[in-house]
């Protein structure tokens, strides 16, 4: 009887041992996923501040929503400008339009965290409702506002990855642009906003950052000269011949005066005469996240390679 009740035992107490175990690890999980940081603490321009460590409802007052939106991070209010962006036309779909001076309604949308530039209105306020984040326009290049805003979201590794291969497709393509049409041909990049006229540097969105910096293509000299330092230029249609390059990217809002290009002076442009002016809508193309920048890419590519 004794040799049929041991087995038996050591049975039970092995049948223990593992629940034990499974137990104990079961725990140990719990208390791994309970370990994780909730918070941490950003080195923004301004100071540190204690963010989310994976944000939930995120506020944009000024930009940066392509780049929160490409990094997968819900988004539950943006500006108007974003918010009337074609771009993001349907990822903003059912996300509010909420600005610096409506605090009652950022209230609602219960954010935890907010992201505007630095020149925002009532940022101490803002600061009380949410953990809020501001950048400087221009403070850091393009590229590198998405890293960072990736560290902002616990995304740098995502957001790194993004820049590695858009410079490299971007490279490629210029590469291929030059081939094409020459290594010293210029290309302007010009904006016809409600009654005026403007020509941009390397670093002033409307797709300025790919051509110049990503694609190494070349500016006029009048255009280095009077756009470069500020980023933008102010034009008469009377002067534009000075400042057109071989190639000329035109953005145009829609609801903005074009009579300019009525005119003998835009007609006799040579990129006008030759068809090398490549048009594309202005609303959005104030943009420099992936996302828009994706869609430029795309835009450069076929106005200039035919693919």
Known sequence: ??????????????????????????????????????????????GPVEVPSHPKRVILLSGFTGNVISLGVNVVGVDVWSKNNPTFKKE????????????????????DLIIGL????????????APTVTYTWGKLDYLAQH?????????????????????????????????????????SVFES????????????????EILYQAMKLKMPEKVKEMALKDGYYTLSTEVLPQY??????????????????????????????NNHVYEMLGNGASFSDPVTLDKQLAFFKKSFLGN
């Open 1 to 46: 009887m004794k040799k049929l009740i041991l087995p038996f035992i050591l049975i039970f107490v092995v049948i223990i041992s593992a629940c034990s175990n499974n137990s104990a690890d079961k725990k140990a999980s719990t208390s791994s996923k309970d370990d994780q940081p909730k918070t941490f603490t950003y080195q923004s321009e301004t």
């Open 92 to 111: 903003l779909k059912d996300v509010a339009e909420v600005s610096d001076e409506n605090l009652e309604k950022i209230i609602e949308l219960k954010p």
């Open 193 to 208: 906003y409600d009654k005026q006229l403007y020509v941009f540097g390397n670093n002033w969105a409307r797709g300025t």
């Open 244 to 273: 057109a390059g071989d190639y000329v990217i035109l953005s145009q809002y829609a609801d903005a005066d074009i009579s300019f290009k009525k005119t003998d002076t835009y007609k006799s442009i040579p990129a006008v005469k």
């Open 118 to 129: 630095s020149n925002i209105k009532n940022i101490d306020k803002l600061k009380e409702i």
């Open 147 to 187: 890293v960072e805003i990736g560290k902002l979201l616990s995304k740098e590794k995502e957001a790194q990855a993004w820049v590695d291969d858009f410079k490299q497709r971007a490279e490629k393509a210029g590469d291929e642009i030059r081939a094409k049409i020459g290594q010293d041909a210029t290309v």
